[in-house]
């Protein structure tokens, strides 16, 4: 499986129908503090919008929603995966990526047999509070080795002059979030990356 090299990252529908527009193939969906009906209106939305531009819906955590909507694409915290039903999401025939930060989290996600994974964070990131130290180029290099053939998703702290060095030491995919959405300009922003990353695609 290939992985677009640009990995847009948003929290909501609004921002997917924004974005999506200007030519990105590959989009996460990543909300944290809503459920019930308004989520799964988000989800249909965002869902609708990816198909009319041929974008790649990944739905983050909420995989139940994602196969009663028939999404083929969910992201999954280690956190989530132990909670997660994988023989189910498998028999949906929906692709799993996973998100890890260290060899015991590396380890508990190629057991899952995932469809790529995701490593983070590569720089120092504003999006939450991580226990984790910036993982450096070095490790995205290590990492690649470990997960072959599955592509490998770097995420955190990423911008368009840092791609040369992501996908130099092996990334497939440079996933990004506040570069873009906390941009005074996000659809210039989004038009940038776009052009930035368009060497490794």
């Known amino acids: 499986m290939k992985l677009d090299p640009f990995y847009l ?3 909501s529908a609004a921002w997917i129908g924004r974005l999506v527009p200007l030519g990105v193939k590959l989009v996460q969906l990543r909300i944290k503090e809503m459920d019930g009906q308004p989520l799964r209106q988000e989800i249909r939305a965002a ?8 974008c790649q819906l990944v ?3 909420h995989w139940e929603l994602a196969i009663e909507e028939r999404c083929d694409f969910v992201h ?3 956190e989530d995966l132990v909670k997660a039903d994988l023989p189910v999401i498998r028999q949906a025939g929906l692709r799993l990526g996973l998100s890890t930060h260290d060899e015991t989290e590396l380890d508990t996600a190629l057991a899952a047999r995932p469809d790529y994974v995701a490593l983070g964070p590569i720089y120092p990131t504003m999006l939450k509070e991580m226990k984790w130290a910036p ?25 368009p002059d840092r791609l040369a060095g992501v996908f ?4 497939d995919c440079a996933a990004v ?25």
């Open 9 to 11: 990252i948003v929290d």
């Open 47 to 54: 869902k609708a919008i990816c198909a009319r531009h041929s």
């Open 59 to 61: 739905v983050n955590d």
């Open 76 to 78: 999954l915290g280690q």
């Open 135 to 159: 993982q450096g180029l070095d490790r995205i290099a290590e990492w690649r080795e470990r997960v072959a053939p599955l592509p490998l998703v770097a995420i955190g702290g990423l911008n």
């Open 168 to 171: 130099g030491n092996g990334a």
């Open 177 to 201: 979030v506040t570069d873009i959405t906390l941009d005074a300009d996000p659809e210039a922003r989004t038009r940038g990356w776009i052009a930035a990353t368009a060497p490794w695609r």
